[in-house]
């Protein structure tokens, strides 16, 4: 049997990628796919309560950095890892590249740290698709405000987002092969016929 693929969504907070996860689950349903969505920090039941800390405590950069990893780290050896090799497909709503974007770009962690923990954690593993929804930050601000409560991330300010941002394109130039940008400030219907696109491909 052949294994799954593993697909990623990324995007500074207010981008719309959780939208845009059940239309891309249901489309490869429709195909007769087995697809897990799933999402990080999280996934587990270990990783859900690591989720709580990072969203809610406050922590030194090193230790956020590290919970994150050991959430993956979990995530991968219990669900992600297990699905593909039953040729399931996964969603996951963040990976990886988010902690490139947050902890490097807008908490500036050295990169290196990050990539010796990449290598640690999943030397042999990486997305087969990363979609990332890109918007300007003033539109992913005026979303944020309209929809919730925010938590420890979302409360940062527009230099952290900005920085983020700019993160993410710079892996997304960085791995062009695995990413795809998505213009999100484009109405629902545009991104949809985006996302087909791209679905075609695979
Ligand atoms: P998010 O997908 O925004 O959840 P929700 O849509 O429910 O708010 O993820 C939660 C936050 O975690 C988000 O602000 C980004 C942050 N995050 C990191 O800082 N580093 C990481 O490695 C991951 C996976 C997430």
Do not use: C, N
Request: no cysteine.
């Amino acid at each position: 049997m052949t294994t799954g693929q593993f697909i990623t969504f990324e995007g500074i907070d207010g981008a719309g990628k959780s939208t845009h996860i059940g239309f891309v689950a249901e489309r490869l349903r429709q195909r007769g796919l087995t697809v897990v969505t799933t999402r990080e920090p999280g996934g587990t039941a270990l990783g859900e309560r690591l989720r709580e800390l990072l969203l809610h405590e406050k922590m030194h950069l090193e230790t956020e950095t590290l919970l994150m990893f050991a959430a993956r780290r979990e995530h991968l050896a219990q669900l992600i890892e297990p699905a593909l090799a039953r040729g399931e497909w996964v969603i996951s709503d963040r990976f990886t590249d988010a902690s490139f974007a947050y902890q490097g770009g807008g908490r500036k962690l050295p990169f290196d740290k990050l990539r010796a923990l990449e290598q640690w954690v999943h030397p042999h593993l990486q997305p087969d698709l990363t979609l990332l929804f890109d918007v300007p930050l003033e539109v992913a601000r005026a979303r944020l405000d309209a929809t919730r409560d925010l938590d420890r991330f979302e409360q940062e300010k527009a230099e952290f987002f900005a920085a983020t941002r700019a993160a993410y394109l710079q892996r997304a130039a960085e791995f062009p092969t695995r990413f795809r940008v998505i213009d999100s400030t484009r109405s629902l219907e545009q991104t949809h016929a985006r996302l087909d696109e791209i679905l075609a491909t695979l």
